[in-house]
């Protein structure tokens, strides 16, 4: 992972050992917890999945927000996750979406 991010300008933060463990809980989220899962919809490449009923997260760049309140309130067919995922699950796969998008650096 920490390979895949060499040579991004990433947030400051995201070099010490929280961010990565914030990192690698995100992804699981994104790829195992959330049910439905987030690949089954979305495609991104990071956690190698290829969904194409949702938003293709690497043109959308979402930054962090964005992606919480997207999975806390559901959008259009994007159920919510608001019952599923505790508020520390959300704000780590939403941290995890933007930072390998590039989200909000735009
Ligand atoms: C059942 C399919 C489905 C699942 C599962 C799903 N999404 Fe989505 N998602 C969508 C669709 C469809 C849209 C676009 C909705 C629209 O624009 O009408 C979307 C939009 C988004 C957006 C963009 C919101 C915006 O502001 O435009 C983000 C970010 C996102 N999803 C993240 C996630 C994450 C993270 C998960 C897992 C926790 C997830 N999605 C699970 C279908 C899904």
Redesign the pocket.
């Known amino acids: 992972m920490a390979i895949l991010l060499a040579g991004t300008p990433l947030a400051s933060d995201a070099s010490d050992s929280g961010a990565q463990a914030r990192m690698e809980l995100g992804r699981k ?2 790829t195992q917890t ?1 049910v ?3 690949g ?3 495609t991104l490449s990071h956690a190698g999945t290829t ?1 194409e ?3 293709k ?1 690497e043109e ?1 760049k ?1 930054d962090a927000a ?2 919480a ?3 806390r309130d559901g ?5 919510s ?1 608001r019952d599923k ?1 505790t508020e520390e699950q959300i704000q780590a ?2 941290y995890y ?1 933007s930072q390998v998008t590039g989200g909000g650096k735009e």
């Open positions: 989220i994104f959330a439905p899962q987030c089954v919809c979305h969904g009923i949702g938003a997260l959308l979402p964005r992606v309140t997207a999975v959008v259009g067919v994007m159920p996750y995922l796969v939403a979406v």
